[in-house]
């Protein structure tokens, strides 16, 4: 299946001066297959590693840790000696060496860093199912060309359908509505894709099978290994903490205030107990924060309170998992937006915002109004709403713009086709990904 990080692993093939590839997501988000998808295309021979099936290989990276820099060729020898063991050979300049599962090597930006180094016609890269940046990466910038990945946008599950033309459609629907076949099509892809989600192990069932059972049962072994990779990872005292807090998400986003509580996790929980567990979370890929803005003030990041912040999980088809909602051709696309005080339409909208633009942040002005999403555009902050049914919605609009005085355009979301009314565009729910 097709994923857009195939265009950023093509500039990073192009570069002059390859850097070694760092590729981080979340476990089951595709990384592997579409890493060996790409590779096979471009390079003539795959050189695959699983440092998790093959402990030799972590062993001796890790050692690096504990070596004097006087060593570090005595290490990069046995390096040498384990790969051609396996490969049977010992030149691999014509290929690539795909380190896979490396999230738990101690050491290993700081090896790769020094092995590149002896060879420089190497390509090297490291698949890790991790979003945090080891600190040796973040300050070799010249050195690593870090790749995230994420579950699959509706554009790619458009793509997977092989559904190209209605995507010209959705393109084109600036200018000219959709005609009623193209609504519908459409229409009925995006419900697929809301009971389904964005996890390709689900995506490929639902593609294969058309069962909506057989895709429920792949989101729930999904919850599961997320269980256990929380309990491989961390001590216990820390691990426990992680799953009440992913256990607390679906019920925190039922909110009407969705600002995350620690008190909802554990009445006597502070903060400062139970803020390394968040970010644990965070760094293994399967939450996401989403902080609030303070005010619109340019630049956004300046004016960001990280200590307020809304938590969700790493894709919607596994928050309704979660919830137990129901899997049915049956049911409404309206409806499935509308579930749990709408939890699921913002899981969905947050991960296809955060895919386009970037960094997003949430508004509140006190008990008030609340905007779900704003993102920064040219010299200019952009709130964005989204409205299926008459409510008081509008009115967190026009409150934010008040308190704001340099808003420039405002964003609507909601399931009608596009339109501007005066600097309020509506944007469908179906064409976030043509922002």
Known sequence: MFRNVINDLSIWYEEPKRKILSVKGALGVGKTWTVKDFTFAYFDTQNYIDCAADTSYATTISKIENTSEENYQLLIAEMDQLLEKQFGESDFSNGILIFDNTENIKGIARFFYEYAKKHRKYTICLIESSMKIDEFEYSHPDVFRIIRMRPMT??????????????????NNKRSPLSPLEAKAISNMLKEYMLIGGMPAAVKEFI??????????????????????????????????????????????????????????????????????VQALCDLGITRKLPRLVNSNYPLEDNVDYKSFELF???????????????????????????????????????????????VYYWTSGATARVPFVYEAENSAVPVDFRLEENNKAQNIKT??????????????????????????????????NM
């Open 400 to 433: 934010f713009c008040a308190k704001n005085d340099n808003i420039n355009i405002a964003i609507r979301i909601s399931l009608d086709q596009v339109y501007l009314n005066n600097n309020v565009l509506n944007i469908p729910a179906y064409g976030l990904w």
């Open 208 to 277: 294969h099978s058309k069962d909506y059972s057989k895709v429920r049962q792949i989101q729930n072994d999904i919850i599961d290994s997320y269980f256990k990779v929380i309990k491989k990872s961390f001590p216990e005292a820390l691990a426990g903490k992680c799953r009440r807090i992913w256990s607390n998400i679906p019920v925190q986003l039922t909110n009407a205030n969705k600002k995350f509580m620690y008190k909802s996790v554990d009445s006597n929980a502070r903060a400062r107990e139970y803020s390394d567990a």
């Open 154 to 171: 509706f554009e790619e599950y458009m793509i997977a359908n092989k559904a190209k033309p209605f995507l010209a459609a959705i393109e």
């Open 313 to 359: 999980y790493i894709d919607h088809g596994i928050l309704r998992a979660s919830y137990k909602l129901p899997m049915s051709d049956e049911l409404l696309l309206q409806d499935i937006f509308l579930e749990k005080n709408c939890a699921v339409a913002e899981q969905y909208i947050f991960q296809e915002l955060s895919n386009k633009l970037g960094n």
